[in-house]
């Protein structure tokens, strides 16, 4: 089996800031690709940031400047840090990773719980 669990969400005001934590556990043979989505209410999933094992890192045009993302490969760990946070980032944000687990040969899209984010005055 394999697990993530997500942390750091909460109420912020805007422009403050906020760090998410996703820990990936479990069969774990291989972890490619790590990221955050997010989810508003009556929205669509969308991408924040996705950080391929290696490759170039991809952000939402929106976040772009604000937000950083950053994974530990030892840990089977990543992270989001959201600075200048805005009223319209408030959301329910999801960590992802494309997980090879031991006794299976092909890469599968897990996700993990969500972790609520509010930036309100």
């Known amino acids: 089996q394999v697990q993530l669990v997500e942390s750091g969400g909460g109420l912020v005001q805007p422009g403050g800031s906020l760090r998410l934590s996703c820990a990936a556990s479990?069969?774990?043979?291989?972890?490619?690709?790590m990221g955050w989505y997010r989810q508003a209410p009556g929205k669509e999933r969308e991408l924040v940031a996705r950080?391929?094992?290696?490759?170039?890192?991809n952000y939402a045009d929106s976040v772009k400047g604000r937000f950083t993302i950053s994974r530990d490969n030892a840990k089977n760990t990543v992270n989001l840090q959201m600075n200048s946070l805005k009223p319209e980032d408030t959301a329910v944000y999801y960590c992802?990773?494309?997980?090879?687990?031991?006794?299976?040969?092909?890469?599968?899209?897990?996700w993990g719980q969500g972790t609520q984010v509010t930036v309100s005055s």
């Open positions: 479990g069969s774990i043979f291989s972890i490619d690709a």
């Open positions: 950080m391929p094992n290696g490759g170039r890192i």
């Open positions: 992802n990773a494309d997980i090879l687990a031991h006794g299976t040969n092909k890469y599968y899209a897990y």
